[in-house]
T-cell receptor
Framework: DGGITQSPKYLFRKEGQNVTLSCEQNLNHDAMYWYRQDPGQGLRLIYYSQIVNDFQKGDIAEGYSVSREKKESFPLTVTSAQKNPTAFYLC????????????FGPGTRLLVL | KNQVEQSPQSLIILEGKNCTLQCNYTVSPFSNLRWYKQDTGRGPVSLTIMTFSENTKSNGRYTATLDADTKQSSLHITASQLSDSASYICVVSRSFSGGYNKLIFGAGTRLAVHP
């Protein structure tokens, strides 16, 4: 897992509730990413950020939001608009010119009550 | 369409045996290919990375091959151990102008090594 931490390990969401997943890295990486992993599917990119105060939508951004106020932190909020949030969420980071070399955190499993 | 297909979906082998996992891709333009190991409930960890010009790369008991002409890669595990039980994910990097790459992930092969 390198120098990337995610919390919590498990998270439960009630209907209509927004929840925030934490991702912190101490690798001095400028770029950070959020992925969603579902059984039988490859990882899908939700949002990414190549520098502080800037981020772009990935392939499945609907129902999610992010912020990048600090280089070390890239929290992901799963909003009530995300109708199927149950999944394993992975955060990753890299140097911006080395996108192919991403280091992943341990993941957060989100479950809906 | 840019895709990465892995086979088999799952595999069970006995401890000490060898196995080979397959990855076929249609990603273009190709930049590099990486194999990750992901333990259950954990994040993926890189095993090997290969560029267009490399056709074999080893990391201990793991050996990856790449045939850029047929767009196929394989991961061979020698003398399997119980700790090899995990999902193995093939990831192809697609290059864009300006140097930015996008990663295309396969769905993974789930390997179970039994004593």
């Amino acid at each position: 897992d390198g120098g990337i931490t995610q919390s919590p390990k498990y998270l439960f969401r009630k209907e209509g509730q927004n929840v925030t997943l934490s991702c912190e890295q101490n690798l001095n990486h400028d770029a950070m990413y959020w992925y969603r992993q579902d059984p039988g599917q490859g990882l899908r990119l939700i949002y990414y950020s190549q520098i502080v105060n800037d981020f772009q939508k990935g392939d499945i951004a609907e129902g999610y939001s992010v912020s990048r106020e600090k280089k070390e932190s890239f929290p992901l909020t799963v909003t009530s608009a995300q109708k199927n949030p149950t999944a394993f969420y992975l955060c990753a980071s890299s140097f911006p010119d080395r996108v192919e070399t991403q280091y992943f955190g341990p993941g957060t499993r989100l479950l809906v009550l | 369409k840019n895709q990465v297909e892995q086979s088999p979906q799952s595999l069970i082998i006995l401890e000490g045996k060898n196995c080979t996992l397959q990855c076929n891709y249609t990603v273009s333009p190709f930049s590099n290919l990486r194999w990750y190991k992901q333990d259950t409930g954990r994040g993926p960890v890189s095993l090997t990375i290969m560029t267009f010009s490399e056709n074999t790369k080893s990391n201990g008991r793991y050996t990856a091959t790449l045939d850029a002409d047929t767009k196929q890669s394989s991961l061979h595990i020698t003398a399997s151990q119980l700790s090899d039980s995990a999902s193995y994910i093939c990831v192809v990097s697609r290059s864009f102008s300006g140097g930015y790459n996008k990663l295309i992930f396969g769905a993974g092969t789930r390997l179970a090594v039994h004593p």
